[in-house]
């Protein structure tokens, strides 16, 4: 059969008409695609209609048969009942020997075009339930219907009450309606016979499309036993019709593969079903009217009349619709008399509505479909219910009742045999627009409300699967790992809006212009209907119940405000389905019975018998293996599910999800600083992980990165928990904290596996190497696992993440034992040698920074890698301070061992300089590392000099390498750039210009011999101190170094004095010095200063120990050097006074010498009378020293 299309208002030419006909297409490809459907405008434009034939399972249309003048319909033909070729598989079906409309034909439909339902499509339901709904006002029998809201869509289907209270009779499934009916409707309920002219219409109706297929078209007598046959066999369609209401509770278990909705009379046994959209209105409808062609006529629809009984309004109508539901466009009418056919006549479809007798407006139809529909829109508005549209029997009135609100007031809500076939199309839906999810997410509401609403309708005990599958469902619409972004709602959550509209909504009916469906006025009216039609005529006038209902909005999801809100109800969700899986499993009385409500003891080893990290190895070494296993596929469940079952399958995804759960919950409360919760959290998302693990038979790739995921949070967190042991006692009271409901779901898990598979990374210690050491497996157990598969090249960004990690906490852990090393060297006498424990510790540090070197290294992390070198220099600069303190202090020489040390320190800091290349890539790291390395120089020079290894070495070589040493020290100590630590850096370099200019003035007063030698002392000297005098003067903090440096040039000027013979020279050496006395004056001003603050602090704060004041003055260290500098003053002037006079006497006045001879004398008597006195203050002496370098300034000329 050829996917060919529904001929139509614009059908093919006749010779295209044999090659076309009706056909079955695929369930698989896109209807839309392959069958459009032609618009009819019919009625001049009034009403516009289009047919589209979503399947057809009607074999390509023949032509009929045109019967004999004279031909007795009353004699079967030959092919009568009997299967054909031409039939095709529908058989008799497509002859209008159709069966009643089953009472749920518009489930069956539904779900074949689970697409449709819930979107785009606002009425699904038989052709025979649509036309009688739209012929009401013109028709006084009655109307019964089941009416059922799914999204936007309502399914209607036929409620044949008297074929239900026959069953109740029998079953007493609907006794509670029936006595309602009874109460309310019809106290004198019969069960009313069909007439014998009944049956033999249908008869002769059924003969009739039987000839019009027969080829010859003769009337063929058949033996009498046919005739006998004819009226049982109309009795055994009634039966079968009987049997077609499925009993409520046969819905097999495995929905989610086949729901085997034959056996519950869910089938869709229409010949075609069409999407129809009449006007405005989208409806899903199936059809079984036989439809012929071939030949002038394409497709014709063929109907039997009794010529003495004219055609009226409602038969006109039936055709009129019936031939625009299937896009027909003409209508052959054979008459009879009696059984006799008598002529033929062909109408075109938009003829119908004129045809004499059977006048009616195409428009008022219309408005009659939008009035009925926007009546039902209104009103059957919650999900999940049936709703009951009722009128009886030449009444006027319609109502509407809401069934499943009159059976909630019995005793079992189950009574209701719509309540499965609904809750199932309700799963369904959901589960369609699930598949799509990641298309428009502006669905989860809409998905959410009908998941809700199926939980409600089905019995936990009886439906566990499309519990647990709607539950898990309900948890993967919240989007755990991105936040939300807050859509749809203002409201905060939304918690009980399961129903689709608000209760606002629900209420507008009341409103006059609504329609007025207010229910007191007529004394026929009950308070049980949720609303009223008073008359039928009012469904004739243009937009009476205009609904303001016509999309349901979007349901609004819930917007958690908060991951933790969000996840709290993904774990709730989740719960309930793990109950239902669990109640599904036999094999319970096997299972030691465990009260949710009581925490599981967990077996907790005490850290002792651990070990520490010793006893982590063993357990990682388990866990690896295990990890290995896995690959493998080790399947192990304590419960006895059978792996494939859908338990297994469900458990699976139900455990995954929490655990992902969890994790994001670990991971908010990371960021909140909650560790204890965090490492909570963690604990369970890996006890979730551990169980997955147990039941898993093929670990996919993806969960094997959630848990190295999982396992670098562990990491963190354990690494936070050791960094903030001040607060413990906080986080491990937050740790045992445990919510009912984690409990339920920890239950669950323990039905499986014992959980214990991560015990080591989750235990709280109390011990700061273990926290650290379990951190660092942690991260090592994630990065292992990114080994497996080839989850390293897949996830980039997490393996580097994992490495970064992994390098950090090596450095944390190598700085701990570096700094339980330097403790331990601090405790130690100064005399004793290096313990054990210490060489051990470096050991132990050593070797972390080595690791974390080589992470960093391998993921380029060039910054890092040159901090932890710098960190590794540091513990070189321990292992050589703890060398220094061997052999008695005043025989102290500067070891070789610490020399080693040293120079190694020199080396690692040297590499992380070139780790880093240039000081662009990160200029604080860079400068930190610079000023590491010169203060190790400067450290190992100051050493050699103060403590010089003179048994080893000579005097010269020890000085030259002092020399180099702090000129090394000198070119990384950058004293130019302004940051915070400029000050120090020139406070370094003026101490080392300082200290070289003392050892070259040293070796010129020990050096004999060698003049060249000891110029080149002499230029050096005075070269370091002039710059150690600049650097210091820059300095506002040390004016007692810039003293002593000025007294050491005074003595060196002394010093070269000793040696000059000539007076002339000397004089010149001695105004040089005094003239360096004098500009000793900015450090006596900075030393007032300082004085002047100390003195006024006590004062300002009233009396308050100025401990927290500045580092004060070392008053000794200020006294001895004032002490220095008048002697040194002192002994100068003298000298000068000496000198001045004697050539004086010799040479012939030169007014300038008498001018300073004469300062000089001033300042030498003022300086006597002021140090002979005892009992001036600090401050005074300072004041009076700097009134005569004052003095002695202005007389040099200065």
């Known amino acids: 059969m050829g996917d060919s299309k529904e001929a139509g208002a614009e059908s093919p030419p006749a010779g295209a008409a044999a090659r076309g006909g009706l056909s079955l297409l695929s369930q698989g490809e896109s209807e839309e695609s392959s069958a459009q459907g032609s618009a009819l405008f019919l009625g001049g434009n009034e009403v516009k209609s289009r047919a589209v034939v979503k399947y057809s399972s009607a074999p390509p249309r023949t032509a009929f048969a045109r019967l004999e003048e004279k031909t007795d319909l009353k004699l079967p033909p030959a092919n009568w009942l009997r299967e054909s070729a031409k039939l095709g598989p529908a058989g008799t079906t497509i002859l209008g020997n159709s069966k009643k409309s089953k009472p749920f034909s518009s489930f069956g439909m539904a779900y074949d075009f689970i697409d449709s339902v819930g979107n785009d499509v606002d009425v699904v339901s038989d052709s025979e339930n649509i036309k009688k709904l739209l012929k009401i006002p013109y028709s006084k029998s009655h109307v019964s219907m089941a009416v059922h809201r799914i999204g936007r869509t309502l399914l209607l289907d036929e409620l044949d009450i008297q074929e239900l209270f026959m069953r109740s009779s029998q079953t007493g499934d609907w006794t509670w309606l029936k006595e309602f009916y009874q109460r309310l409707i019809d106290q004198k309920w019969q069960r009313k016979k069909k007439s014998k002219e009944h049956w033999y219409q249908k008869a002769i109706l059924s003969k009739f499309l039987y000839y019009s297929i027969n080829g010859d078209g003769a009337a063929q007598p058949v033996p009498a036993a046919a005739e006998q046959q004819e009226p049982s066999s109309a009795d055994q369609t009634t039966d079968s019709d009987g049997a077609s209401w499925p009993a409520p509770f046969e819905m097999p278990s495995s929905v989610s593969e086949d729901p085997s909705a034959s056996s519950q009379g869910l089938k869709n046994d229409f010949v075609r079903n069409i999407l129809w959209t009449f006007e405005d209105i989208h409806m899903l409808v199936g059809s079984n009217m036989p439809i012929f062609g071939g030949g002038r006529y394409p497709a014709v629809s063929l109907r039997l009349r009794d010529n003495n009984k004219p055609i009226n309004v409602l038969t006109g109508i039936d055709y009129w619709l019936d031939n625009l539901i299937c896009n027909v466009p003409e209508l052959v009418m054979c008459f009879h008399v009696n059984g006799i056919v008598q002529k033929y006549e062909m109408i075109k479809t938009e003829e119908i509505p004129n045809l004499e007798n059977s006048n009616f407006s195409t428009k008022v139809i219309k408005d009659i479909a939008q009035n009925i529909l926007s009546f039902l829109k209104s009103n059957c508005t919650k999900e999940g219910h049936t709703y009951w549209l009722f009128k009886a029997s030449g009444s006027d009135i319609v109502k509407l009742y809401d069934l499943t609100t009159l059976c909630e007031e019995t005793e079992d809500k189950y009574q209701n045999p719509f309540t499965m076939p609904v809750a199932i199309l309700l799963y369904k839906v959901a589960c369609n627009m699930m598949m799509k999810k990641n298309q428009n997410k502006k669905h989860y509401g809409t998905i959410r409300t009908l998941l809700l609403n199926c939980v409600k309708l089905l019995d936990k005990s009886r439906h566990p699967q499309i519990i647990a599958s709607a539950n898990y469902m309900l948890s993967e619409l919240f989007q755990l790992d991105e936040p939300k972004k807050e859509e749809s709602s203002e409201s905060p959550l939304n918690e009980n809006s399961d129903e689709s509209y608000s209760e606002e909504e629900e209420e507008m009916p009341d409103s006059d212009e609504n329609g007025s469906y207010s229910t007191g006025s007529d004394p026929s009216d009950d308070n049980k209907a949720v609303a009223i039609i008073k008359s039928v005529g009012e469904l004739s006038v243009p937009e009476k119940y205009k609904s303001i209902h016509q999309i349901r909005p979007s349901c609004t999801f819930p917007v958690c405000h908060d991951t933790e809100e969000r996840c709290r109800l993904v774990l709730s969700y989740v719960l309930e389905g793990l109950k239902s899986v669990d109640s599904s499993i036999k094999k319970e009385s096997d299972l030691p019975a465990a009260d949710p409500n009581t925490p599981i003891p967990l077996k907790y080893e005490d850290e002792s018998t651990r070990g520490g990290p010793e006893g982590l190895e063993k357990q990682m070494a388990l866990f690896l293996d295990k990890m290995g296993s896995l690959q493998k596929g080790n399947y192990s469940s304590q419960s006895g599910m059978i792996p494939g079952s859908w338990q297994h399958k469900m458990k699976l995804q139900l455990i995954l999800k929490s655990s992902k759960a969890y994790y994001v919950l670990s991971d908010a409360a990371m960021s909140l600083q909650k560790y204890g919760r965090a490492l909570r959290y963690i604990k369970l998302a890996l006890q979730s992980h551990d169980t997955y693990c147990c039941l898993c038979t093929n670990m996919l790739s993806e969960v094997l990165l959630f848990l190295s995921q999982y396992l670098t949070l562990c990491g963190d967190i354990q690494l936070m928990l050791a960094q903030n042991a001040n607060n413990r006692a906080a986080h491990l009271e937050e740790f045992n904290y445990q919510t009912k409901e984690d409990q339920e779901i920890l239950h669950s898990l323990h039905r499986e596996s014992p959980c214990q598979g991560f015990a080591w990374a989750t235990d709280l210690s109390t011990d700061l190497e273990s926290q650290l050491s379990v951190s660092c497996k942690c991260y090592e157990a994630a990065n292992e696992i990114l080994q497996f598969s080839d989850l390293k090249s897949q996830n980039p960004e997490h393996y580097v993440q994992v490495l970064k990690r992994m390098g950090n906490i090596r450095n944390e852990i190598g700085v701990f034992y570096m700094n339980q090393a330097a403790a331990l060297q601090s405790e130690r006498a100064v005399s004793k040698s290096v313990s054990t424990a210490e060489q051990q510790l470096w050991k132990k540090s050593f070797s972390c920074f080595e690791k974390g070197i080589h992470n960093f290294e391998s993921i380029d992390d060039a910054t890092n890698a040159a901090l932890l070198l710098c960190n590794t220099g540091r513990l070189m600069r321990i292992c050589a301070q703890a060398h220094c303190g061997a052999g008695d202090e005043f025989k102290r020489e500067f070891s070789p061992e610490e020399g080693l040390y040293y120079n190694k320190a020199v080396d690692y800091y040297l590499k992380a300089l070139r780790s880093l290349g240039t000081r662009d890539i990160h200029p604080a790291v860079w400068d930190s590392v610079n000023w590491e390395l010169s203060t190790t120089y400067f450290t190992m020079a100051t050493l050699q000099q103060d403590y010089a290894p003179l048994s080893r070495k000579a005097q010269e070589q020890i000085e030259k390498e002092v020399s180099e040493a702090m000129m090394k020290s000198l070119k990384h ?151 220095i500098f008048e002697s040194r003053l002192s002994f100068l002037l003298l000298q000068s006074i000496k000198l001045l006079s004697s050539t004086k006497k010799k040479t012939s006045s030169n007014t300038e010498e008498d001018a300073v001879l004469k300062t000089n004398k001033q300042t030498y008597s003022q300086l006597l009378r002021a140090t002979a006195n005892r009992n001036t203050t600090l401050l005074e002496r300072i004041d009076v020293l700097l009134h005569l370098l004052d003095q002695l300034a202005r007389g040099s000329g200065q």
């Open 973 to 1123: 100590c950058d004293v130019d750039s302004v940051s915070a630590r400029q000050p120090l850096c020139q406070y370094r370099a003026a101490t080392i210009h300082h200290r070289l200019a003392s050892m070259y003035h040293s070796c010129l007063r020990n050096q004999v011999g060698d003049e060249h030698l000891r110029k080149q002392h002499r230029v050096l000297a005075d070269l370091h101190y002039s710059k150690a005098v600049k650097l210091f003067q820059l300095l506002k903090d040390a004016p007692c170094e810039l003293l002593r440096v000025q007294l050491e040039r005074v003595a060196f000027a002394e010093f070269q004095m000793t040696s000059q013979n000539s007076n002339v020279g000397k004089l010149k050496t001695l105004s040089g010095a005094l003239d360096i006395m004098v500009r000793t004056k900015h450090a006596f001003q900075l030393l007032r200063k300082e004085l002047v603050e100390e003195f006024d602090q006590p004062k300002r704060e009233e009396g308050a120990p100025a401990a927290d004041s500045s580092p004060s003055l070392s008053r000794e260290e200020v006294i001895k050097l004032l002490g």
